[in-house]
């Protein structure tokens, strides 16, 4: 497809756990954004990357929390020991350049920690 | 502060009939960007409209425009002619600055629209 793409859809796993989310942005947007959006509120702003690097990661709740990008394409989330308070549905966007223009959003990954 | 405020939770309309999102934002940044995105129940959002703080005239896209008033920092989004597919959740969200971190959004909490027929 054309459209951001995020797997899975939905996880859900114990407390403790390790989870992974990958995200596949459009072909040719070199910047790529992981949002988290708790129950009831905006998205809100976890890591850019600009290429294969991290440019800010400065939303990561935690170091839990880690991102990769290693071919400037895929991105995956990774959380260790996984809490409770990690339930959220984690979105992934990409755009063609870094200005957070026009952000292209994927469905998202539904995370819940039992 | 809340650099993004959305005092509706929830809003109802009737098809056909216009309705306003309000949005009021907090920066002391000169540029600036603001955007609206909807977000259905399939999760997805979707990009609807953008204005930049240096535009002089509103936004306009098809059946949404961007009431902006820059002194009262509102940012308002008009949906005309409603239909039933617009029933969804409204973002509002803004971007700060022009250098160093314009990459970055931060959104308000939204206001989920009804449209009843």
């Known amino acids: 497809g054309a459209g951001v793409s995020q797997t899975p859809s939905n996880k859900v796993t114990e407390k403790g756990k390790y989870v992974e989310l990958r995200c596949d942005p459009i072909?040719?947007?070199?910047?790529l954004y992981w949002y988290r959006q708790s129950l009831g509120q905006g998205p809100e702003f976890l890591i850019y990357?600009?290429?294969?690097?991290?440019?800010?990661d400065s939303g990561l709740p935690n170091d839990r929390f880690f991102a990769v990008r290693p071919e400037g394409s895929v991105s995956t989330l990774k959380i260790q020991r996984t809490e409770r308070g990690d339930s959220a549905v984690y979105l992934c966007?990409?755009?063609?350049?870094?200005?957070?223009?026009?952000?292209?959003f994927g469905e998202g990954s539904r995370l819940t920690v039992l | 502060a809340q650099k993004i405020t959305q005092t509706q939770p929830g809003m109802f309309v009737q098809e056909k009939e216009a309705v306003t999102l309000d949005c009021t934002y907090d920066?002391?940044?000169?540029?600036?960007?603001l955007f609206w995105y909807k977000q259905p129940s399939s999760g997805e959002m979707i990009f609807l409209i953008y204005q930049g703080s240096y535009d002089q005239q509103n936004a306009t896209e098809g059946r949404y425009s961007l009431n902006f008033q820059k002194a009262r920092k509102s940012a308002n989004l008009v949906i005309s002619a409603s239909q039933l597919g617009d029933s969804a959740m409204y973002f509002c969200a803004m971007r700060e600055g022009d250098g160093g971190s314009n990459y970055k959004l931060t959104f308000g909490k939204g206001t989920l629209l009804t449209v009843n027929p």
């Open positions: 990357f600009q290429g294969t690097g991290a440019a800010d």
């Open positions: 920066t002391s940044d000169p540029s600036y960007g």
């Open positions: 966007a990409s755009s063609f350049d870094g200005r957070a223009g026009e952000l292209f």
């Open positions: 072909s040719g947007h070199t910047a």
